[in-house]
């Protein structure tokens, strides 16, 4: 298949190691070094043990890539303008478009079923409507990311955590479609982990308790995951993010206690740094939106009482702003 990675970072490179190395003609949407890197070498991820490279085709200008049988966009919720910009050249007629990203989506309330409530608000993960113009619904195939990966230099990735490697994929109606099956098999044939789900909301909200609770207690102290869920008193504070979390989600429609039990997770927590640190310590902007505001809009339209959670927001998003890492208007 000629598959299009749509943003090269540390994901990114990831499943474009693994897809190049099982034999598709992989091109890469990227910039910078990662993209002189590419030009020149194979791409490598190395996960425990193992080692994946392949070469792909790089670009920053996805007219020298051409159409392409799938593409998997990795940008980050805050960069996604780039991929309304520029997505044109690598549509055929029937190229689906998966969404790999943290926190809610841009195309969460399209094909979302009339049993469950009515999101606020999402204007902010869209500004414009530039993804909905640029995408069609039938193209967008929604995706959850359980796969720990850290850029070590140009064009290498490290797998942090070989245990997690999965790419869930669903269509935003949940229907279990002919294709879904199709390119599920093809993740999975590259060694990408990704079985059928019926619902992907679902998981896109138990994800979403990891990126609320202890990646923002990462963000705000600087040490990894497994640091301030183990720690006394942070660890307390993280307990009652995770309950008013699930909360927000329980009242969104997604009863997520049978695979999100936070006492029980945090002596197994990873020694990890999350990428909203990831991206702190490195200058780049913030997908705040997706991953805090958005799901703190959907607890006020719920009315839920989050005191926990709203002084985390506050500080996270106060933290961005100083670094200038987030838009001061907020």
Not at 25 to 46: F, H, M, W
Not at 224 to 237: L, N, P, T
């Amino acid at each position: 298949m000629k598959i299009c990675i749509f943003g090269m970072g540390a994901v990114g490179g990831h499943y474009a190691a693994k897809l190049a190395a099982a034999g598709h003609e992989v091109s890469v949407v990227a910039r910078g070094a990662n993209l002189e890197k590419v030009r020149r070498d194979p791409i490598t991820l190395r996960s425990g043990d193992a080692e994946f490279s392949g070469r792909v085709n790089g670009s920053d200008n996805t007219a020298d890539l051409g159409p392409q049988d799938f593409v998997i966009s990795t940008l980050k919720a805050n960069s996604l303008a780039a991929l309304a910009d520029g997505i044109g050249p690598l549509l055929g007629p029937d190229t689906p478009v998966a969404f790999a990203q943290n926190g809610i989506p841009w195309w969460y309330d399209i094909g979302l079923p009339s049993d469950l409530p009515k999101p606020p608000d999402l204007d902010r993960l869209d500004p414009g409507g530039a993804l909905r113009k640029a995408v069609a619904p039938e193209r967008i195939l929604g995706a959850v990311i359980n796969s720990p990966n850290e850029m070590v230099e140009p064009g290498v990735v490290v797998h942090t955590n070989p245990k997690r490697n999965a790419l869930l994929l669903g269509e935003v109606d949940n229907s279990q479609s002919d294709r879904l099956t199709h390119l599920r098999g093809v993740l999975e044939d590259a060694n990408i982990g990704s079985p059928a789900v019926p619902d992907l909301r679902f998981h896109l909200w138990s994800k979403l308790m990891l990126n609320m609770t202890g990646s923002m207690l990462s963000l705000l102290t600087g040490h990894q995951v497994s640091v301030v869920r183990k720690h006394e008193s942070i660890g307390a504070v993280f307990l009652n993010m995770a309950r008013e979390a699930m909360s927000i989600a329980a009242a969104s429609g997604f009863d997520i206690s049978s695979t999100y039990d936070p006492v029980a997770f945090i002596p197994n927590a990873p020694d990890h740094t999350p990428s909203v640190r990831q991206d702190y310590d490195l200058g780049r902007p913030m997908e705040l939106d997706s991953m805090l505001l958005v799901p703190m809009g959907f607890a006020r339209a719920a009315g839920l009482e989050t005191p926990s959670m709203d002084l985390v927001t506050a500080l996270a998003v106060l933290q961005a702003q100083d670094k200038g890492l987030y838009p001061p208007s907020t």
